[in-house]
């Protein structure tokens, strides 16, 4: 842990930029022993690998179809939306 607190360091040293832990969530990968009090010792919260990057969950396959039809329904829904507003700017041209 003091390992890790001082790798944050000396990243904020380096980097000049700050890392806030407020913010910032624990994402296990895989069997990780203790892992909400490394996260209580970090001030940070713990999320599971359920969490979302651009729609996708994250640990997916893009072989497992179910985890594209959030993506795709909501491709539909711009689709329709970029449908209706040809159609409406079409009609106004006639």
Same mark, same amino acid.
């Given at each position: 842990? @003091?390992?890790?607190? %001082?790798?944050?360091? %000396?990243?904020? /040293?380096?980097?000049?930029?700050?890392?806030?832990? =407020?913010?910032?969530?624990?994402?296990?990968?895989? *069997?990780?022993?203790?892992? =909400? =009090?490394? /996260?209580?010792?970090?001030?940070?919260?713990? *999320?599971?690998?359920?969490? @979302?990057?651009?729609?996708?969950?994250?640990?997916?396959?893009?072989?497992?179809?179910? /985890?594209? =039809?959030?993506?795709?329904? *909501?491709?539909?829904? *711009?689709? /329709?939306?970029?449908?209706?507003?040809?159609?409406?700017?079409?009609?106004?041209?006639?």
């Amino acid at each position: 842990m @003091t390992f890790l607190c %001082w790798l944050l360091m %000396w990243f904020e /040293a380096i980097s000049g930029l700050k890392v806030n832990l =407020d913010k910032s969530e624990l994402i296990p990968v895989g *069997r990780v022993e203790n892992v =909400d =009090d490394l /996260a209580c010792e970090l001030g940070c919260k713990v *999320r599971w690998l359920s969490s @979302t990057y651009l729609g996708m969950p994250l640990g997916a396959s893009f072989n497992f179809v179910a /985890a594209w =039809d959030g993506i795709e329904e *909501r491709f539909h829904k *711009r689709l /329709a939306m970029w449908n209706n507003n040809i159609s409406l700017r079409v009609g106004e041209l006639h």
